[in-house]
């Protein structure tokens, strides 16, 4: 090769140096979201009070609700979660977008609520209400009366729902199965406005898995359960006799039942170490028997571990991934919709972590099958101390994904230390992931936030679009500009509906891809199903990027776009049509064609 000359070397050099000058700083996956409190996350305390936040949501103005509790008992991580804490309230505190404490909420972002004096209040989950509304659950201990499963409802400016309950709060105990002890810890929010709230019951001297349901007033709903009147409680066996059990997290199935997760002892005598626990039920509470036995799985993920689940999410598929700890590390299942683990995820069905002192507390299911968990892990070297958040991503397969962080896991340091994440949630604008937990060095609330994935849409959006139709029996809705009609047949609903349709800017889809075409539907009073299915027709440009054969009708379920439910009756170059008899967030998606340039070397 001949060498360059004087000139042209110069001439090249600066062509080098010019070419890197204008390559941007891109963050990566995993990376600490620095447009968050500036560095990524944030602390809050109450006072000299210890605080400790569980559960995490986001609004649909992006603002970030966190619940736990706080007082003057003692502060407890790990593997102690949920013990009896001492004289505590409810916290929940509200931030913006940016990170800074939301003032119009609460007490300069903060709110707390006692339940009695000397007694124990924790808030273990949250979910907003379509109404803004705020409601968590969780349990209150109150001496010489036992343990009750808490309710709490707030309005969007964080007072108390006078409306729900005793002024806001409600405690329920089941005095025909529990009567001294029942505990929630995991809620999920039905369409219908209904609440499931899994946990556990004692009934005598052992701790039982339950699961209750409540109507939107609070109250129980009597029509659900095998136990007594809104509650289903099962009692845990094996060759030792009846073991302690609990659930400490639950999902909904495709088919509208609820699996639970937890963990359950591997001996009567509590004398051994614990396994993980698998409860499914049918949509009305009872066992589904065609699950594990009789609706039941334990799992012994490594030969006398100490097993614990806090974490469970469902594919698409039904298969179900179980997220928590084994021994010393943090550790995933996957099991199929039987019961049975799934041989093609991990070593047959399970993936435990080689990082050390770690463990995971909940587990989200990506769009593009990947699998995301979030719990804390020991710094290298470190010990109990030294423990800070950490997110970690899996491949379907149960490999830890290399492109995100360090060899799948990333951890949110520095100055987050003695610190532990317990309840992870997605920002639906940007996709962007929020952790919240604690920190025992400043005793307070703990929340980061990361860049889960490619950096949103920022193409010109148009106006926020609503429109609202009102129906009785049957009605069609549609955009002046007709791009998306939605017609209701007779005998949709049985009742007069308001429905409303609000235009959404584009989400994190995975791998598939969008036109512009994002909208919520919405009914009230909130109806689950219809009686008939509606057809919605959606218009887009014929120039679009998509595979005219790939382009379906997508609803968002979590963090998950399925097609489940929705029927194509017909597709063409501008317009899609489909059936559902549900409402929720939808999105036109596809796939793109995949064009390779080669790499023309002169």
């Given at each position: 090769?001949?060498?360059?000359?004087?000139?042209?070397?110069?001439?090249?050099?600066?062509?080098?140096?010019?070419?890197?000058?204008?390559?941007?700083?891109?963050?990566?996956?995993?990376?600490?979201?620095?447009?968050?409190?500036?560095?990524?996350?944030?602390?809050?305390?109450?006072?000299?009070?210890?605080?400790?936040?569980?559960?995490?949501?986001?609004?649909?103005?992006?603002?970030?609700?966190?619940?736990?509790?706080?007082?003057?008992?003692?502060?407890?991580?790990?593997?102690?979660?949920?013990?009896?804490?001492?004289?505590?309230?409810?916290?929940?505190?509200?931030?913006?977008?940016?990170?800074?404490?939301?003032?119009?909420?609460?007490?300069?972002?903060?709110?707390?609520?006692?339940?009695?004096?000397?007694?124990?209040?924790?808030?273990?989950?949250?979910?907003?209400?379509?109404?803004?509304?705020?409601?968590?659950?969780?349990?209150?201990?109150?001496?010489?009366?036992?343990?009750?499963?808490?309710?709490?409802?707030?309005n969007s400016d964080g007072s108390l729902d006078t409306t729900f309950g005793n002024g806001g709060t409600i405690l329920h105990q089941f005095v025909q199965t529990c009567p001294f002890d029942s505990r929630g810890y995991a809620l999920i929010l039905l369409p219908d406005g209904k609440f499931v709230v899994a946990g556990r019951g004692v009934p005598g001297g052992k701790y039982f898995t339950a699961?209750?349901?409540?109507?939107?007033?609070?109250s129980k709903d009597t029509t659900f359960g095998t136990s007594e009147g809104g509650l289903t409680l099962k009692s845990v066996t094996n060759a030792s006799g009846t073991v302690d059990a609990q659930i400490f997290a639950v999902a909904r199935l495709p088919d509208e039942g609820f699996i639970g997760a937890g963990y359950a002892e591997s001996r009567a005598d509590s004398s051994g170490s614990a396994?993980?626990?698998?409860?499914?039920?049918?949509?009305?509470?009872?066992?589904?028997?065609?699950?594990?036995?009789?609706?039941?799985?334990?799992?012994?993920?490594?030969?006398?571990?100490?097993?614990?689940?806090?974490?469970?999410?469902?594919?698409?598929?039904?298969?179900?991934?179980?997220?928590?700890?084994?021994?010393?590390?943090?550790?995933?299942?996957?099991?199929?919709?039987?019961?049975?683990?799934?041989?093609?995820?991990?070593?047959?069905?399970?993936?435990?972590?080689?990082?050390?002192?770690?463990?995971?507390?909940?587990?989200?299911?990506?769009?593009?099958?990947?699998?995301?968990?979030?719990?804390?892990?020991?710094?290298?070297?470190?010990?109990?101390?030294?423990?800070?958040?950490?997110?970690?991503?899996?491949?379907?397969?149960?490999?830890?994904?290399?492109?995100?962080?360090?060899?799948?896991?990333?951890?949110?340091?520095?100055?987050?230390?003695?610190?532990?994440?317990?309840?992870?949630?997605?920002?639906?604008?940007?996709?962007?992931?929020?952790?919240?937990?604690?920190?025992?060095?400043?005793?307070?609330?703990?929340?980061?936030?990361?860049?889960?994935?490619?950096?949103?849409?920022?193409?010109?959006?148009?106006?926020?679009?609503?429109?609202?139709?009102?129906?009785?029996?049957?009605?069609?809705?549609?955009?002046?500009?007709?791009?998306?009609?939605?017609?209701?047949?007779?005998?949709?609903?049985?009742?007069?509906?308001?429905?409303?349709?609000?235009?959404?800017?584009?989400?994190?889809?995975?791998?598939?891809?969008?036109?512009?075409?994002?909208?919520?539907?919405?009914?009230?009073?909130?109806?689950?199903?219809?009686?008939?299915?509606?057809?919605?027709?959606?218009?887009?440009?014929?120039?679009?990027?998509?595979?005219?054969?790939?382009?379906?009708?997508?609803?968002?379920?979590?963090?998950?776009?399925?097609?489940?439910?929705?029927?194509?009756?017909?597709?063409?170059?501008?317009?899609?049509?489909?059936?559902?008899?549900?409402?929720?967030?939808?999105?036109?998606?596809?796939?793109?064609?995949?064009?390779?340039?080669?790499?023309?070397?002169?």
């Amino acid at each position: 090769m001949p060498r360059l000359k004087p000139v042209m070397r110069a001439l090249f050099l600066a062509g080098v140096l010019l070419a890197l000058a204008v390559i941007p700083t891109l963050s990566a996956d995993g990376d600490l979201d620095l447009t968050f409190d500036s560095d990524g996350k944030v602390t809050t305390t109450f006072g000299d009070l210890n605080a400790l936040a569980y559960a995490v949501a986001v609004q649909d103005d992006g603002k970030i609700v966190v619940a736990g509790y706080t007082g003057t008992g003692d502060w407890y991580l790990g593997t102690n979660r949920y013990l009896d804490l001492g004289s505590t309230n409810l916290a929940l505190a509200r931030f913006n977008s940016d990170g800074s404490l939301d003032a119009t909420f609460g007490n300069g972002g903060k709110v707390t609520t006692s339940l009695g004096a000397n007694s124990t209040a924790v808030a273990t989950s949250i979910a907003i209400q379509p109404d803004g509304k705020i409601v968590v659950a969780g349990y209150v201990y109150i001496v010489a009366q036992g343990n009750f499963t808490l309710l709490a409802r707030y309005n969007s400016d964080g007072s108390l729902d006078t409306t729900f309950g005793n002024g806001g709060t409600i405690l329920h105990q089941f005095v025909q199965t529990c009567p001294f002890d029942s505990r929630g810890y995991a809620l999920i929010l039905l369409p219908d406005g209904k609440f499931v709230v899994a946990g556990r019951g004692v009934p005598g001297g052992k701790y039982f898995t339950a699961l209750m349901r409540f109507n939107a007033d609070g109250s129980k709903d009597t029509t659900f359960g095998t136990s007594e009147g809104g509650l289903t409680l099962k009692s845990v066996t094996n060759a030792s006799g009846t073991v302690d059990a609990q659930i400490f997290a639950v999902a909904r199935l495709p088919d509208e039942g609820f699996i639970g997760a937890g963990y359950a002892e591997s001996r009567a005598d509590s004398s051994g170490s614990a396994d993980f626990l698998l409860v499914r039920y049918t949509g009305e509470g009872a066992l589904d028997t065609t699950f594990g036995s009789g609706g039941i799985v334990t799992t012994d993920l490594n030969t006398n571990s100490n097993d614990k689940a806090y974490g469970v999410a469902v594919q698409p598929d039904g298969k179900i991934v179980v997220a928590g700890f084994s021994g010393s590390y943090f550790a995933l299942a996957r099991y199929n919709e039987d019961g049975s683990l799934d041989a093609t995820f991990g070593s047959g069905g399970i993936a435990i972590s080689t990082l050390s002192n770690s463990e995971a507390e909940a587990v989200r299911i990506l769009s593009n099958g990947q699998i995301l968990l979030t719990g804390f892990a020991a710094l290298s070297g470190g010990g109990d101390g030294s423990r800070t958040f950490i997110v970690a991503r899996y491949n379907s397969d149960g490999s830890p994904d290399a492109n995100f962080g360090n060899g799948g896991v990333v951890r949110a340091k520095p100055g987050l230390t003695q610190a532990e994440g317990f309840a992870m949630a997605f920002q639906p604008a940007d996709n962007k992931l929020l952790v919240a937990g604690a920190t025992n060095a400043s005793k307070g609330f703990a929340v980061a936030r990361f860049l889960n994935s490619r950096a949103p849409y920022t193409g010109t959006l148009p106006s926020t679009v609503t429109a609202t139709v009102t129906i009785t029996g049957g009605g069609t809705l549609a955009l002046a500009d007709r791009r998306v009609t939605v017609q209701f047949p007779a005998g949709a609903v049985t009742a007069t509906t308001l429905i409303t349709y609000t235009y959404r800017a584009p989400l994190e889809t995975g791998d598939l891809h969008g036109i512009d075409r994002f909208f919520g539907l919405e009914a009230a009073p909130p109806v689950a199903r219809f009686r008939k299915p509606v057809t919605i027709r959606v218009t887009y440009p014929a120039n679009n990027p998509l595979i005219e054969d790939s382009i379906r009708l997508y609803w968002l379920s979590n963090t998950t776009w399925l097609t489940g439910g929705i029927t194509t009756t017909a597709r063409t170059s501008t317009s899609l049509t489909s059936l559902t008899n549900h409402f929720t967030l939808f999105a036109v998606l596809g796939k793109t064609h995949s064009i390779y340039l080669p790499l023309l070397l002169k």
